[in-house]
């Protein structure tokens, strides 16, 4: 066996869709995915003046949609970026504390989000089930707190994983065949002993996926047996459309997320992880306020409300 090259690594090359193609199907790549990428800032942005600015968006449903949108901004801003550039020169250099912090963020914000849409359908299930208690136990306060709770619980939980993460030595190359930092190419290139860090991920995987998934899940249960009660068909229509928008964006994030760490990669290629990265950090941040816009009635009057006072203002 021969020995491994025992230089430190400094930086690392994010090879991105790797240097397949011309330069002119490169340029058009670039093109699309900054379009993705500057129509999910501008509709997360959008959503999040609308829900500060808008008096009929001030509710808990709508407060915890604006911390999701700010969610799904970090998550793009984080991770695109990077892309963009490895696509259109062929790879994109990284120093190794950049992609460590780009992982921690990249993982911190997607653990957080998971928590959040729990929280969401929490929301969601007090207000169809329990409506009278409902503006009782979800008031400002607990708005807050739940919203700090969760983007605390989403890094600190990730930390523990990461710390170990963040001493390994990296002494088998700098080549990462992706477009992010992300822990099975961190992994691979690592000469220390990942066992410890591959555990404590195993371990926290359950409380981190699973459980908001099927909480989520049990939530919707009893959100369902509330709804079929209703005794007329519009009102079971009309209380069932104010969650479906949030069912939708659950059904595209945890999708994704299933099949891409929950699911053995044994069955596919690359690039088909790639793909799957892609429908995680790129366009499902952009589902999500196209969604809501879509189908929230609010969410539309109040954007058409402040399109008139602008129209009136010019």
């Not at 869709?17 to 002119?24: A, I, P, R, V």
């Not at 509330?226 to 949030?246: A, D, N, V, W």
């Not at 196209?290 to 609010?298: A, E, F, G, K």
Request: charged share 10%; proline share 4%.
């Amino acid at each position: 066996m021969s020995p491994r090259n025992q230089s430190r690594v400094t930086e690392f090359i994010l090879l991105g869709f790797g240097t397949h193609g011309s330069y002119g199907t490169h340029v058009v790549l670039f093109i699309f995915f900054l379009s993705i990428f500057l129509l999910t800032v501008t509709g997360n942005v959008l959503i999040i003046l609308l829900v500060l600015r808008s008096n009929h968006l001030q509710s808990p449903m709508y407060f915890f949609l604006s911390q999701l949108s700010f969610s799904d901004i970090l998550l793009s801003t984080n991770t695109v970026p990077n892309m963009l550039g490895a696509i259109l020169l062929g790879r994109k250099i990284m120093t190794s504390l950049g992609c460590l912090t780009q992982f921690y963020i990249f993982s911190g914000t997607t653990i957080t989000e998971c928590f959040l849409l729990s929280v969401m359908s929490y929301d969601r299930y007090l207000a169809i089930c329990n409506p009278l208690r409902y503006t009782s136990i979800m008031d400002s306060n607990s708005q807050v707190y739940l919203s700090i709770f969760t983007w605390l619980l989403g890094f600190m939980v990730h930390l523990i994983g990461f710390i170990p993460i963040s001493n390994f030595q990296f002494c088998d190359g700098n080549i990462i065949d992706h477009f992010y930092c992300d822990f099975p190419p961190l992994q691979k290139l690592s000469c220390s002993d990942t066992f410890l860090a591959e555990f404590i991920i195993f371990v926290f995987s359950i409380p981190v996926f699973i459980c908001p998934c099927g909480f989520i899940i049990v939530t919707y249960v009893f959100i369902f047996i509330t709804i079929l009660r209703i005794p007329s068909t519009t009102g079971r229509q009309k209380t069932f459309s104010t969650c479906s928008s949030h069912l939708l964006v659950v059904g595209t994030f945890y999708g994704t997320l299933i099949t891409k760490y929950m699911i053995p990669s044994t069955g596919y290629s690359l690039l088909v992880n790639k793909i799957i990265s892609l429908l995680h950090t790129v366009f499902t941040p952009l589902l999500n306020p196209v969604i809501y816009s879509l189908r929230n009635q609010d969410i539309k009057a109040a954007l058409k409300k402040i399109s008139v006072g602008l129209k009136c203002n010019a």
